[in-house]
Nanobody, 124 residues
Framework: QVQLVESGGGLVQAGGSLRLTCAAS????????IGWFRQAPGKEREFVAA????????YYADSMKGRFTISRDNAKNMVYLQMNSLKPEDTAVYYC?????????????????WGRGTQVTVSS
């Protein structure tokens, strides 16, 4: 079992930045992948970024490259999502997810564990 708790969401103006944090506890293995997803009202859950727990390899949705950066601190069991140049369309609930048997990094169904999410609102 892996427990995930997100924090760092809030209200920010367009062009601003936020850093989200995902605190992981429980059994994380070398094969664990931590991902960030987001879901806006009336829309499907969308892949944002992911990182492998062991090597720190990173993956991004094409639309997030260059603006978002995912990183991890293994000693603290934390994963971060630095979001810059935020746009109103980035407004969503952001979720942290984890899994060890992931075939498709961007597929939400492949992740076994989920946090409750943190709201990010970007005003224009």
């Amino acid at each position: 079992q892996v427990q995930l708790v997100e924090s760092g969401g809030g209200l920010v103006q367009a062009g601003g930045s936020l850093r989200l944090t995902c605190a992981a506890s429980g059994r994380t293995f070398g094969s664990t992948i931590i991902g960030w997803f987001r879901q806006a009202p009336g829309k499907e859950r969308e892949f944002v970024a992911a990182i492998t727990w062991s090597r720190g390899a990173t993956y991004y949705a094409d639309s997030m490259k260059g603006r978002f950066t995912i990183s991890r601190d293994n000693a603290k069991n934390m994963v971060y999502l630095q979001m810059n140049s935020l746009k109103p369309e980035d407004t969503a609930v952001y979720y942290c997810a984890a899994g060890s048997l992931i075939r498709t990094i961007s597929k939400a169904d492949d992740y076994a564990f989920w946090g409750r999410g943190t709201q990010v609102t970007v005003s224009s």
